[in-house]
């Protein structure tokens, strides 16, 4: 299942067999393998295809050895299973993750994120331009709430450019962790997380969310 043209949307593995996380295309797809210390999240698929460890007639398709590489192959066939294969996330899906307690990071495709209520102007118009939104109170979903408020509440955004709209949602490590955590003097908010956390008890285990590729929002002026 390793491509080694890397010619597709790729998950990336690194060279012990564990997946590492995606380019900028996502999980569907066959595997490169490279290195960790060469791998970053959501990075350029060209990029990523450079740093592939494959080489023609290696018997174990890059990876450090056999047993790597039957990890790879033993993880890979549940990657279809996985409720970010389509890069995107619903409330259910994250919270029996959650429930889960594997605390493994899902990937999600940022241009499937919607940003209710978020243009250029939210920005100023202004390349780099920061600020957080609460997209709980944003209603639009089938019950009044929609699936972004569900699942991430509130995000951190950055307008990258503001000719095409392209915003980076999070940073360049994570779209947000996924967690129920409850804070001092922010009693409007705990409750918030307290109907918001799967089956009442904090049982579940935290998780971070990345991201590959980028949102678009409408452009304002």
Sequence with gaps: ????DGMAPNPIYGTDGSLLGTDDKGLQGQAIVMKKKDFKQGMNHNEAVK???YKEG???YGFDS???????ATNSVTLKDRPDYDGFLT???TDAWWKGKS?????VDESKINLPGVTT?????QDGGTFSKNFVWNLGGEDGLTTTGKVYRSLNLTLLDSKTGAVMIGNENKVDTYKFDMQKNRPLRNIVTWAGRPGGSNDGKDFVIKGYGHATVPIEK
């Design 51 to 53: 740093n592939s460890t």
């Design 103 to 107: 605390e493994d990071p899902l990937f």
């Design 66 to 72: 056999k047993d790597a590489a039957n990890k790879y």
């Design 121 to 125: 102007a939210s920005f100023g118009n």
């Design 91 to 93: 409330k259910s899906e």
């Design 58 to 60: 290696d018997p174990n």
């Design 1 to 4: 299942m390793v491509d080694p």
